[in-house]
């Protein structure tokens, strides 16, 4: 029941870390364990902490504004912006590097702190839990770290447009996995949280082609 769960975010993070343009980058400015230990370690931190500290669990109740507003500050926002934040400051790579490390960086998070927060959840067997949420969050991973690495680029560049769009779908990987969590918790029609997973799963196929091409490369010599 929890292979998936336990296993699709650190494919996501292999399947990346082989690509070409991160061996390329990788060779030009160190590898990757400042990120991966940036995400992994304070993951298992707050993990610790949850469980053995904080005795207090959330109640959902009716409202979708405060679901969301919960699910959007707990498990995206505040890990996010916070390690994302850290790892910008610390790190000294090439801009575009360091914004595509964002992507090891939160994949090691979330590939303790997901599992975690599943199992011990009172919800542990769901389907959603199990296997829409691992898809939601490595969408989100991967579109949060490779718009930004476009959004740099664009900005270097001059390219308004792109980088207007690159924004635009960082703000909904942050925004849609919780919205559509919420959907879920409160009992909403399936095909509208199934809706949110199909849009980003499309962007998250999209944007890989769209870096390649931006650039005047074939998605098999670059991500």
């Known amino acids: 029941m929890y292979i998936f769960l336990l296993a699709s975010i650190p494919c996501l993070l292999l399947y990346f ?15 990757y364990w400042l990120a991966f230990c940036l995400g992994f370690f304070p993951a298992i931190i707050w993990c610790v902490i949850d469980e053995f500290f904080i005795y207090a669990t959330h109640r959902f109740t009716d409202s979708l504004s405060a679901c969301y507003a919960y699910l959007l500050l707990k498990d995206s926002l505040l890990p996010t912006l916070t390690l994302s ?7 000294r790579r090439p801009m575009e590097n360091r914004t595509f490390a964002l992507l090891p960086l939160l994949a090691a998070f979330y590939m303790a702190y997901l599992p975690y927060s599943v199992i011990t959840g009172t919800e542990r067997f769901s389907p959603f839990l199990c ?21 740099c680029g664009s900005i270097k560049s001059g390219r308004k447009v792109p980088a207007a769009a690159f924004a635009l779908l960082i703000l909904l990987a942050l925004a849609l996995p919780a919205l559509a969590e919420s959907l879920w918790y409160l009992h909403y029609a399936p095909v509208m949280y199934r809706g949110i997973l199909a849009v980003l799963l ?10 390649c091409k931006m650039h005047g490369k074939t998605l098999d010599k670059s991500i």
């Open 17 to 31: 870390l082989n690509a070409p343009f991160a061996a390329e980058a990788g060779k030009r400015s160190g590898s």
């Open 85 to 91: 934040g850290l790892y910008l400051l610390l790190s």
């Open 131 to 151: 296997f829409v949420k691992p898809l939601l969050t490595c969408a989100a991973i991967e579109l949060t770290a490779l718009c930004s690495m476009g959004l």
């Open 202 to 211: 499309a962007a998250a196929v999209a944007v890989p082609i769209f870096l």
